[in-house]
């Protein structure tokens, strides 16, 4: 079955730098990459997410690359700020069909030093 | 704006106990999920239900079943609790889309300490 490693687990930077967090994903058939964020306390939502017939999408100050042929993608915020620190979870499909699977990463913790 | 809710934030049960953690969705959704999230492993899938009364088993079922009566409910069960199920449960829904997997939307969470 699909497996998805995240890297790195751990990410400080200082208020206005760039983060990259990476995933790499072991089944060829996944088709869909979704990120999520999990603010302390809350529920991991949605920020971004890329199908496997694009190799870049931006929204403002994140985007996420995909490598199909490398099976790896990335997740890319710059300047950064404090309410970025979050909990950030990659996840890739599972086969499709009437699977509609999401495995995921293992998370990346992300603090943003003001 | 999509709304899944879960019965409960916080839960304490002892050993042996039967818990129940219901999650309800209101975007006619078909597909349901329950995961569990513990430090350093992310979140695995415990089960789920893409129609109502079916059911998959996910990554880590052992020791729970699963139950979707109606569209917008599912629910979790722990047969007999232990104290190794003690976690954070959270759980999602999302469309059955024509285009492959689609967005999941996650509830609050119910934080379950078995005692």
């Known amino acids: 079955g699909e497996n998805v490693e995240q890297h790195p687990s751990t990410l400080s930077v200082q208020e206005g730098d760039s983060a990259v967090i990476k995933c790499t994903y072991s089944?060829?058939?996944?088709?869909?990459f979704p990120w999520y964020k999990q603010e302390l306390g809350k529920r991991p939502q949605l920020i971004i997410d890329?199908?496997?017939?694009?190799g870049e999408k931006k929204d403002q100050r994140i985007a996420v690359t995909l490598n199909k042929t490398a099976k790896h993608f990335s997740l890319h915020i710059t300047e950064t700020q404090p309410e970025d620190s979050a909990v950030y979870f990659c996840a890739a499909s599972g086969y499709g069909g009437a699977t509609n699977k999401l495995i995921f990463g293992t998370g990346t913790l992300l603090a943003v030093q003001p | 704006d999509v709304k899944v809710t879960q019965s409960s934030r916080y839960l304490v049960k002892r050993t042996g106990e039967k818990v129940f953690l219901e999650c309800v969705q209101d975007?006619?959704?078909?597909?349901m999920f329950w995961y569990r999230q513990d430090p350093g492993l992310g979140l695995r899938l415990i089960y789920f239900?893409?129609?109502?009364?079916?059911?998959e088993k996910g990554d880590i079922p052992e020791g729970y079943s699963v139950s979707r009566e109606k569209k917008e409910r599912f629910s979790l069960i722990l047969e007999s609790a232990s104290t190794n199920q003690t976690s954070m449960y959270l759980c999602?829904?999302?469309?059955?889309?024509?285009?492959?997997?689609?967005?999941?939307?996650f509830g609050p969470g119910t934080r379950l300490t078995v005692l």
């Open positions: 239900s893409y129609d109502v009364k079916m059911k």
């Open positions: 890329i199908r496997s017939n694009v």
């Open positions: 999602a829904s999302s469309y059955y889309g024509t285009g492959g997997v689609d967005t999941q939307y």
């Open positions: 089944d060829s058939a996944s088709n869909y």
């Open positions: 975007m006619d959704h078909e597909n």
